[in-house]
């Protein structure tokens, strides 16, 4: 995919970046004045001058700094003004003066420690933080979406090719669906990212749990450090419908943050593959098969992917929403989007493409997977006690040297 990230730290024609300087230069001539009169000035009315001019000198350098970028996504000749919202608001924004949190680099490379920083900040088992104390200054957030975003943009097709090193760790994961203590919980056991521990996410990060900005910060964060070594795909839920319709949208607009930010989530959704194939043998995306017969990875690789999802039989639907059923063929799925398909459907599609195995997510499951359809689907859920009231377990998937599953199951973990 062709990538024009273009560079606004042109500060002799960026006009915000002008209207700072001209701040900077208001205030250095009010000191002067001050300095004149200082014997009319009592010395601490004079060092709250210079206090409060420190700091908006502060604050407007850290408005120059970060490196705000356009994506262009020129390949679909998308309507670029719907991909860049999140860059647009970051023009105007400013940080918050009273935040003390993690605070994002300007040069947008975060380090581990920085990521754990910020895990320990969101923090609340007890829920005794103030919002000021565990939640990401809003600019400091977006300036993550928009980087994570140019990472993204970065992938040519909807459908990724990942070769997996027999010497590295690779772990997928089902829904988490806002349980970020669950989810913290999942890293001790089986380890933090790393460059090592590779991780595959499958989608629906938010909606139903209370954390779902927890969650979807953390995934960014660790998108952002291990860029070639941390993975997501998109689910049914990274979409705005499914959000409003199942609270993340109330977490963000009314609880969290405001609607500007609910807008840049929907906008970094657009940007997540659909799918990633593993070593030319095993497909892993959120839903499942289609009603159309003969659809290759070579076909899916071309979807749009930068759109939001329409609920219809397109092979975007299908592939967030399909079920695996003990049947025959396809039939329309009760969901109201996508399909449930049969064995034979399973095993012609993977026969046609030459892999050996689906593993999806998407459903619920009391041991936290089932294995479905000869051995041919896997369905993997990481959410344990699904709604506080399922009872379920959660589980992942770690693949050896010889690509074989091994499932690791965890109980859920307590929360506020």
Known sequence: ??????????????????????????????????????????????????????????????????????????????????????????????PNMLYKGPVFPSDGNITKEWVFELIDFMKDLENKKSYEEKYIDKIYLLQMISKAKSILAEYDEAIIDLNIPKDKNFTIVGDIHGQYYDLLNLFNINGYPSEDNIYLFNGDYVDRGSFGIEVITTLIAFKILYPNHFFLNRGNHEDVDMNIKYDFAVEVVADKYDKEVFDCFCEFYKFLPLGHVINNKILVLHGGLFSKEGVTISELKKINRFINIQYDNSLICELLWSDPRDIEGWTPSERGAGVFFGQDVTEKFLRENKLDLLIRSHEVKMEGYEIQHGGKVITLFSAPNYYDLYGNKAAIIKLDSELEPNFIQFDASPHP
């Open 1 to 94: 995919m062709e990538n024009d990230l273009s560079d606004h730290m042109n500060l002799n024609n960026n006009k915000e970046n002008k209207d700072e300087i001209q701040k900077v230069e208001n205030i250095i001539d009010k000191l002067k004045v001050c300095f004149k009169k200082n014997k009319e000035y009592s010395s601490k009315k004079i060092l709250f001058i210079y206090f409060i001019a420190l700091i908006t000198i502060i604050y407007s350098i850290k408005a120059l700094t970060f490196k705000k970028t356009k994506i262009s996504i020129k390949k679909y000749n998308l309507n670029q003004n719907t991909l860049n919202k999140t860059e647009e608001i970051l023009e105007k924004l400013k």
